[in-house]
């Protein structure tokens, strides 16, 4: 008899993905449901969806979530996880809803060492309404409102969220990674079962942020934006940890 050996996770409802093709949430969600699942947390997991390509993400985790509006999630996730101290909570939010019009909700809550966890998908544009230049957008980089390419003396340079945040005392894990190779899948799995742990420790704040494609508003096929993202993402935001319960990563 053939041995079954890869399954839809338990985290994850057995419903179609709204994603755009070649678009990274939906690996993204996968892997979040896996590490869920194998914390054995599933059961005790509230998730904050953010206004964005996301924005229907409680539709497709098999646990407790629901929506915050625009850019605070961070403060939803604070509530939930003070009225419910036992509950894993977590925000999954884009570049525009935690580096834009969140930007001040993320720091604070990072600041306070509120012990939520935070998914941050990067994908340097606004996805869900229509391409515009986000706070991640690279300099030179072309979108809707930035047609001959980002100018950084007018609109300045895109923002480090990981870099920013590991400065906070308050911050106990901070990573950034990326889904775009079977590879470094493992690393973003690795990553946000650490995070999760932090908070299941009790110990603080913890971020992994996600280099992703956006191959609709790019304006590149799936197989394209994998490569910019490589060549083009990875170069300006590098992976790895940038902080440790320990402290600074060096």
Not at 65 to 94: C, L, M, N, S
Not at 100 to 114: L, M, P
Not at 233 to 246: C, D, M
Request: aromatic fraction near 8%; proline fraction near 5%; hydrophobic fraction near 40%.
């Amino acid at each position: 008899m053939a041995e079954k050996i890869f399954s839809r996770p338990q985290g994850l409802k057995d419903v179609a993905f709204h994603y755009c093709p070649g678009c990274h949430h939906g690996i993204i969600h996968r892997l979040v449901a896996e590490v869920l699942d194998e914390l054995d947390v599933r059961d005790k997991a509230i998730g904050v969806a953010p206004v964005g390509c996301s924005v229907l993400a409680y539709e497709y985790f098999n646990f407790d979530a629901f929506e915050a509006a625009h850019g605070r999630a961070p403060a939803v996730a604070t509530g939930v996880k003070r009225v419910h101290p036992d509950a894993i909570v977590f925000t999954y939010q884009g570049d525009g809803d935690l580096a834009a019009i969140g930007c001040a909700e993320i720091v604070h809550a990072a600041a306070r060492g509120e012990k939520i966890t935070t998914i941050f998908v990067n994908n340097a544009i606004y996805g869900m309404t229509g391409g515009q230049m986000a706070p991640t957008t690279l300099v030179g980089q072309v979108t809707n409102t930035s047609p001959y390419g980002r100018n950084a003396d007018s609109t300045g340079h895109p923002i480090r969220v990981s870099e920013m945040l590991a400065t906070l005392d308050g911050a106990k894990f901070i990573s950034r990674v990326a889904v775009n190779t079977p590879g470094n899948m493992a690393k973003a799995k690795a990553a946000m079962k650490k995070a999760f742990e932090v908070q299941i420790r009790g110990e603080g704040f913890a971020l992994v942020e996600i280099l992703s494609t956006c191959p609709t508003n790019w304006g590149m096929s799936p197989v394209e934006a994998a490569k910019w993202l490589e060549q083009n993402l990875i170069s300006y935001y590098p992976l790895g940890v940038y902080k440790t319960a320990e402290g600074a990563a060096k």
